[in-house]
């Protein structure tokens, strides 16, 4: 019996295709009336995880639910979930309303909401032309239209701003927001993040596979960490310096030391006592596109979660990392499994 929540639950989700773990372990939930990223570089499993979810990819192990059950389970699936998975394939002589009408008579969707949908996406004034001169922004409206016909409660989005100018980017922000505002659910994958920043309130982010960080992405601004980079006449040292006095320190590939959460006068100073001498320092504040690579790049280490925020990682126990957030209570994992929007959307 589903049970109307919107949500979207993975639970150790794993997939394995031969020898390549494109998801392993995969837990997260994607929460009701925010627009959640499912975030990633290429090839970290996100497509394959979204198409779990929608039931098209039969996991090796774990499940996902919507609405408590299986894609699969759902009675009305079209008026669940909405998905555009990847560029969808039309045929270029029939007009944006007839694509959207057969589309509708297949999920008995009544013709009407043909109408609703090309309003929704901005394609009213050009319902009547033929798709064949549609620019790749237009198709990427139409796959979503196609996906929203059935005024689903449930939108996964597979990298939607592919092939969308800046306009089209700002005007997919304004509608997914728009759409998460009114109570629904919205999952959303990128492999970039700073494209993604401003759209999304949530955000799971995927490493190899594996989910490194699963929570607010507002927790992620705020753990931004600033960093002293030092490059010193005997580096044992000075890293036997600061690690007595407490601080953490890393020696970065170029031979240089990595002094976390202080500043470049205190580093100084303490090299001057210990008798160490300094060629050059910097201090270096880490962004939010910084600390997603290195989140993505497999070398962090989790911390536990905190409130409600999960960090996992992505390439088993290791050095913590200095630009790890404090502890925190971890998480609920959840399952990965889904489904898309029946025939809307061309998952
Ligand atoms: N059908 C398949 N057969 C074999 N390997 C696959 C298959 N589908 C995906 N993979 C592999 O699984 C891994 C994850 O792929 P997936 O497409 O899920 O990642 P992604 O994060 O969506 O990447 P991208 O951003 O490039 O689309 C990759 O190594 C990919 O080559």
Known sequence: MHDRSGR?????LSKSFGQVD????????????????????????????????????TPTAGHATINGVPFQQLSNPATV?????????????????NHLRCYAAAMNVPDEQVERALDLVGLSSAGRRRVGGYSLGMRQRLSLATALLG????LVLDEPSNGLDPEGIAWLRGFLRSFAATGRTVLVSSHLLREMEHTVDDVVIVSQGRCVY?????RIRAEQRTRVLVQASDPAALVTALQQRGYRVEYEQDGQLAVYDTDSR????LALDSGVALYGMRDEHVDLEQLFFQLTRGQYHAAAPTNGAQWGSPGGPGQPDPYAPPQQPPDQGRPNHGGHAGLGGGA
């Open 22 to 57: 494109a998801v392993q372990d995969l837990s997260f939930t994607v929460e009701p009336g925010v627009v959640t990223g499912f975030l990633g570089p290429n090839g970290s499993g996100k497509t394959t995880t979204l198409r779990m979810i929608l039931g098209l990819v």
């Open 8 to 12: 979207i639950a993975v639970h150790g």
């Open 81 to 97: 979930v909405g998905a555009v998975l990847e560029a969808q394939s039309f045929h270029g002589s029939r007009t944006a309303r």
């Open 266 to 269: 205190t580093v100084a100073d």
């Open 151 to 154: 005024d689903p409660q449930v």
């Open 214 to 218: 699963n929570g607010d992405l507002e």
